[in-house]
């Protein structure tokens, strides 16, 4: 597994690991949205608050999430769907819905990309990317990225253990 590093630059960290699993399952887990508390390497994921899976661009899914810096602790984000290349690429922006109920954007893209290395492996590479979080944002005293460089490992570790597992299927 390797990371790059951060550079001012192209203000973007991603990392990149090799699956032991086809790409089509990989994309399965990413498009599932009630997989994603699992998958996150921070634990600030809690709950998904829309199920349906991810199929298509602009489609808006809800995250419960939790940090003890966060004014409220426990917030809600929305997320948007920017890319969609089933099984080779997703992503999202992620943001907030105002009071006013209009959604706004940070300006931060969460993206996977699957690069299929036979039928059964698969390279995965996870990218953090800030380059157009706007002025007033960053004037705010918010650090890019939030979090270590750990995060991106651990995401993709998760991702790797719960791509590999038997997908256990509701019954009702």
Same mark, same amino acid.
């Given at each position: 597994m390797t990371t790059s590093a951060r550079t001012v630059a192209d203000e973007k960290v991603? !990392?990149?690991?090799? %699956?032991? /699993?086809? !790409?089509?399952?990989? %994309?399965? /887990?990413?498009a599932d949205p009630t997989t994603h508390a699992a998958i996150d390497g921070t634990g600030w994921v809690q709950e998904p608050l829309d199920r349906a899976p991810l199929t298509e661009v602009g489609q808006i899914f809800r995250m419960a999430m939790y940090h003890a810096n966060h004014p409220d602790g426990d917030y809600k984000v929305v997320n948007k769907v920017h890319a969609i290349d089933a099984p080779r690429a997703i992503a999202w922006l992620t943001g907030q819905q105002k009071d006013d109920g209009d959604l706004e954007f940070g300006g931060w893209i969460w993206r996977y990309d699957l690069a299929p290395l036979g039928p059964a492996s698969t390279e995965v590479t996870l990218t953090y990317d800030w380059s157009a979080v706007p002025r007033y944002i960053r004037e705010r005293g918010i650090q890019f990225p939030p979090f270590g460089p750990e995060h991106l490992i651990n995401s993709l570790r998760h991702l790797a253990e719960l791509a590999a597992a038997p997908r256990q299927r509701a019954t009702s």
């Open positions: 991603s !990392a990149t690991l090799t %699956f032991d /699993v086809p !790409a089509a399952t990989v %994309f399965a /887990v990413l």
